[in-house]
C-alpha cells in the first residue's frame, strides 16, 4: 500500500507518486534522485528524460540499454524498452532492468505496479472516469483492455452530458427532469446541487445551464 505523505526528508507533502509528493516526485523523476551533486566524470551525464547516457560514435546513448545488451550478449532492437523495476532511471543495475518486448508490454507494467502501491493487489484497474480501483470483473473495456471503466460510471457521464446539451429543455421540475433522463429523482437533486442551484422544487433546468 503507497503511503500517504511523501517519503522526502523534512517533507510532510501528501505522497502523489512511487512515494514522493509531487515536487520530489518531478525531480527524483528528472534526476534520477533528490540530490543535485554534480556527476563524476566518465559516469555519464542525465538528460532532460532523466536517464543517464553516454557519448556514442552515432551521438548517445542510454546507460540502460547498454546494460541490456552488455547482459543479452548482442544489440537490442528499437522497439525493445527497458523498464525500471524500482521506478529510479538512474539505478541501472542488471537486477533492476526488466526487458520488455514491446511499449504496450511495458505500459502493463506501470499499470500493474502502480494498482499494486495504490491498493495492494496489481490485478485490480483503475475506472478512468472516479478514478478508483477495481477488480477487472467489474469494469469494461476497449478490446485492446485499455480504458478500463465501471458501466455505470459511463452512464452517468453520458446522461449528464446530454442533460448538457439539450437546447430546448430549458424549464423543468425534479421530477420531469428525472423521467425525460431516465434516473432517480436523487440523481437530480445531486446534479442540481454540483450546479449549483438551491431550488429543487422551482424549475432546475434553467437557461444558462445550457
Not at 509531487?22 to 534520477?32: I, L, P, W
Not at 532511471?89 to 505496479?113: D, E, F, G, M, T
Amino acid at each position: 500500500m503507497r503511503n500517504s505523505q511523501c517519503s522526502a526528508d523534512d517533507c510532510n507533502g501528501a505522497s502523489y507518486c512511487r512515494g514522493f509528493c509531487s515536487a520530489h516526485y518531478q525531480k527524483f523523476m528528472g534526476n534520477g534522485t533528490l540530490q543535485t551533486t554534480k556527476r563524476d566524470a566518465g559516469t555519464g551525464t542525465i538528460n532532460n528524460r532523466g536517464y543517464i547516457s553516454h557519448a556514442h560514435k552515432k551521438g548517445q546513448k542510454l546507460e540502460h540499454r547498454i546494460v541490456a545488451e552488455i547482459a543479452l550478449g548482442k544489440k537490442i532492437d528499437p522497439t525493445i524498452v527497458v523498464h525500471h523495476a524500482d521506478g529510479n532511471k538512474i539505478n541501472n543495475n542488471r537486477s533492476n532492468l526488466v526487458i520488455c518486448p514491446s511499449q504496450k508490454y511495458h505500459a502493463l507494467l506501470h499499470i500493474r505496479q502502480d494498482a499494486h502501491e495504490d491498493t495492494g493487489d496489481a490485478n485490480k484497474r483503475k475506472c478512468y472516469i472516479c478514478k478508483k480501483y477495481d477488480s477487472i470483473e467489474n469494469l469494461s473495456s476497449k478490446r485492446n483492455g485499455n480504458s478500463p471503466v465501471h458501466l455505470k460510471c459511463r452512464y452517468t457521464r453520458k446522461t449528464r452530458s446530454r442533460a448538457y446539451n439539450i437546447k430546448g429543455l430549458v424549464f423543468m421540475s425534479a421530477s420531469e427532469a428525472s423521467n425525460h433522463f431516465n434516473v432517480t429523482n436523487r440523481t437530480i437533486y445531486r446534479w442540481c446541487a454540483e450546479w449549483g442551484t438551491s431550488k429543487i422544487d422551482t424549475p432546475c433546468f434553467h437557461k444558462d445551464r445550457y
